[in-house]
């Protein structure tokens, strides 16, 4: 496939908001005035492994760096909370505009919810959910558990929806975890999560794991603090632009909030497990 009808492809993926109304000075997570604080997320050395241009980079610290002050929300985290208002607006003919008030809303009350790792300024109105069921991996905290994506424990069709932030690129096969939440998802039931990505280029593979080792076949890049090398927050995958083919063959997929270099930055994916086998 040239390159430019993958481009055309993707192009036909974005879908604009329906339901929200274009509040631009407020924060559409906590609902105050939207200050914004700026800060370089994106270190030299993580740039340098994900071969970024300066453009690149200045776009990745604008999705990640770009905060609200009062509530700490990013630009990604923003965005992914507009995207559940919408999805939850579309499906269930709601108004909800601002995620502060979603916790309050009987409608999204009653969804059975899967929040998988923590999603930042998210949470701390998802915890209140009474049927959210939270995860972290490797958590040693009594009452929250710990879920392997790779493996989840959760019974066939259970959630609504499945919430999910940068987790994908640290689990060692995706296909396996995509697989495991369509599993988990009931009919029409919807994923609604981010990624790093660049539609620029293909996937690259930086790590491989088999039963006894992790193996990096590229130098090991970590995210979260760089120069910690948390296990946990190892880079497996870059995503380029055919991960977006590999959600369409599972899902009916969409792409929300296409802002930023190539449009797709601070982007939220939009997967909808289908009602039937196609």
């Known amino acids: 496939m040239k390159f430019k009808q993958i481009l055309e492809d993707i192009e036909n993926l974005k879908t604009e908001f ?15 005035f939207l200050e914004v604080i700026h800060n370089d997320i994106i270190c030299d050395e ?7 241009s300066p453009l690149q980079k200045r776009f990745f610290n604008y999705r990640e760096g770009c905060q ?3 509530c700490s929300s990013s630009m990604r985290a923003m965005n992914l909370g507009k995207v559940i208002m919408e999805i ?26 899967a929040e998988v790792n923590n999603c930042g300024p998210l949470h701390h109105y998802l915890k209140r959910h009474p049927n959210l069921s939270y995860s972290e991996f490797n958590s040693t905290i009594s009452g929250i ?9 959760y019974k066939n069709d259970t959630f609504c929806l499945v919430i999910m932030s940068d987790v994908l690129e640290h689990v060692p096969d995706y296909n396996i975890a995509l ?20 539609i620029e280029r293909p996937t690259v593979i930086r790590a491989k794991k088999s039963k006894e080792e992790t193996i990096n076949i590229k130098k090991g890049s970590y995210h979260g603090d760089y120069f910690s090398k948390q296990k946990d927050l190892l ?28 449009g797709l930055i601070a982007s939220i994916f939009v997967c909808e497990k289908w009602s039937s086998l196609r």
């Open 46 to 52: 993580l740039a340098k492994d994900w071969n970024l």
């Open 88 to 113: 939850v607006n579309l499906k269930y003919n709601q108004n909800i505009q601002f995620f502060k008030d979603i916790i309050d809303n009987k409608q999204f009350r009653q969804l059975s919810i």
């Open 145 to 153: 558990s710990s879920e392997n994506l790779m493996k989840l424990s």
């Open 235 to 262: 880079v497996f995958y870059e995503f380029g632009y055919d991960f977006v083919f590999k959600l369409k063959k599972m899902f009916k997929t969409s792409i929300y909030a296409h802002t930023g270099y190539s």
């Open 179 to 198: 697989t495991e939440i369509n599993r988990v998802l009931k009919t029409q039931g919807v994923f609604i999560f981010t990624v790093p990505y660049l």
């Open 68 to 70: 609200c002050k009062n």
């Open 18 to 32: 329906a339901t929200l109304y274009d509040f631009v000075h407020i924060c559409p997570i906590c609902a105050n």
